[in-house]
């Protein structure tokens, strides 16, 4: 049967059945055409994998049968007219996607958490009159699938109602599955899988592990172009068409021929600039007082988008002109939504940031670049672990967990069966072993949900340990 078909049965129905042939191979290569040998294939949806051989060729052959239902029906999604009604009996994860009858995948909704309520969303006319279309929600792990025929009045986009939450689109390639390629002194590399059944040859570029891009733990300052300037600019917020609006802090007594810091702190959704300085840009500001550090501090405000990553580029910038900065020791922070946009820039900035601290981070929701880098970034992730709202797993490869994984991956740590999080008393810190030099991957996890994490407190303490912790992160390098 064609696997057109076959998927499209398998939406219309509800079902994954029958069987898969997978006949994935090829070879790896690194410089010069050299076969890398003990590289690690990953087929990432199916999860099978092969290790190459001397000659770098790999082999991943399976036929996966007798794959059972998916959950469907269970009444908590309909479809009424032209829009989608979505009963949430609590705070749940939503995503959207819409197939032609070809089972061209034409949109991805990834709508995030919502919590309990009644929601719809129209389902647009923009794929034209009267043509059917197989739309298949998730809640959950629930999924339901229905065919519709939208009419030309429909709206051209996703909207919900009554919440007024952002909603978030991607196209998806034309792609079944992901091929990762895992080798020591490599990048870890992904390519797509248009095709169970290929020969696909993957090249891999060289790292050097003798030690970081910076110039090692505590190397010396690279000066920006700004130092010998006198400053021009003052403490406050400011705002401009490059930035947008942002908070600055420059440090009582700022010499402009001394390299400073630069530590941009992202604040949660609905935040504004004014609330970063209002709680001191995560009470680092005054560790970096008392301790006669000097530190620049940025206060953006974001809404974890696209054009958060120009705007950040642009105050980059500004500070290297106008300041005499340490381009070498650039860090960012943020809570919520503001650690989704700490942990976005993360999987694009590497060339620009030392090091990130993603508090309550999740890894959906938030624009993340199609192909991320997987050059290495120094970071540290705070997890509460009852969190509903940015859990640590929240299952399907989202939640917090997956994005240290996905640190620990990209700096060639070493991948533990488990990692060791908090269950009583005390937070728990985790660090990540055998990672690249000057890359190291930490993870702290406490009690409770998600407010509050950036001030938090162990039992029978008076001060919060997270902004001490995320200091001294920082301070390594």
Request: hydrophobic share 35%; aromatic share 8%.
């Amino acid at each position: 049967m064609n696997q057109r078909l076959l998927f499209l049965l398998v939406l219309m129905n509800g079902l994954m059945v029958g069987a898969q042939t997978v006949n994935l191979r090829g070879a790896i290569t690194g410089g010069g055409g050299q076969p890398v040998s003990g590289a690690i294939v990953t087929l990432l949806k199916l999860n099978l994998k092969d290790t190459t051989g001397a000659d770098g060729t790999y082999a991943i052959t399976k036929t996966i049968t007798g794959i059972s239902p998916r959950s469907s029906g269970d009444g908590i999604i309909s479809l009424s007219g032209g829009a989608l009604e979505l009963e949430l009996t609590e705070a749940s994860p939503v995503v959207i996607e819409v197939f032609d009858i070809k089972s061209n995948l034409l949109k991805v909704e990834n709508l995030g958490v919502h919590g309990a309520g009644h929601y719809s969303w129209n389902i647009p006319g923009v794929y034209g009159a009267n043509k059917l279309l197989i739309v298949r929600a998730s809640v959950g792990n629930k999924v339901s699938t229905f065919r519709c025929m939208p009419t030309t009045g429909s709206n051209a986009a996703f909207t919900k109602s009554p919440s007024s939450g952002r909603t978030m689109a991607a196209k998806t390639a034309a792609a079944v599955d992901s091929l990762e390629v895992a080798a020591s002194g490599y990048s870890t590399r992904k390519v797509m899988v248009e095709s169970y059944d290929a020969k696909l040859d993957i090249s891999l570029d060289k790292v050097d592990n003798s030690g970081d891009k910076w110039g090692g733990l505590k190397n010396p300052p690279a000066k920006s172009a700004g130092c010998g300037k006198p400053n021009t600019m003052t403490t406050g917020i400011k705002t401009s068409t490059a930035t947008g609006e942002y908070a600055i802090d420059i440090p009582a007594g700022y010499d402009m021929n001394t390299p400073h810091n630069v530590i941009f702190c992202f604040i949660s959704s609905g935040g504004t600039a004014a609330n970063i300085v209002s709680n001191n840009f995560y009470r680092l500001k005054p560790i970096a007082t008392s301790t006669k550090k000097p530190t620049i501090f940025f206060g953006p405000s974001h809404s974890a988008s696209q054009s958060d990553h120009s705007k950040f580029n642009a105050l980059l910038e500004l500070a290297k002109t106008n300041f005499c900065i340490d381009s070498t020791r650039v860090f960012a922070t943020g809570y919520s939504l503001g650690g989704m946009m700490t942990y976005s820039l993360s999987t694009q900035q590497q060339k620009k940031l030392r090091a990130a601290a993603g508090m309550a981070a999740a890894n959906y929701n938030v624009w993340l670049p199609a192909q991320k880098l997987k050059e290495p970034i120094a970071y540290m992730g705070i997890t509460a672990m009852a969190d509903g709202t940015c859990p640590w797993d929240g299952g399907n490869g989202r939640g917090s967990k997956y994005i240290i994984l996905e640190k620990a991956a990209d700096n060639g740590c070493e991948i533990p069966a488990e990692i060791t999080t908090w269950k009583s008393g005390n937070h728990v810190n985790f660090e990540f072993k055998n990672c690249k030099p000057g890359y190291p991957v930490h993870q702290a996890t406490l009690a409770g949900g998600h407010p509050g994490i950036p001030i938090a407190k162990d039992p029978g303490q008076s001060e919060s340990w997270v902004h001490k912790e995320i200091w001294d992160f920082f301070m390594r390098f």
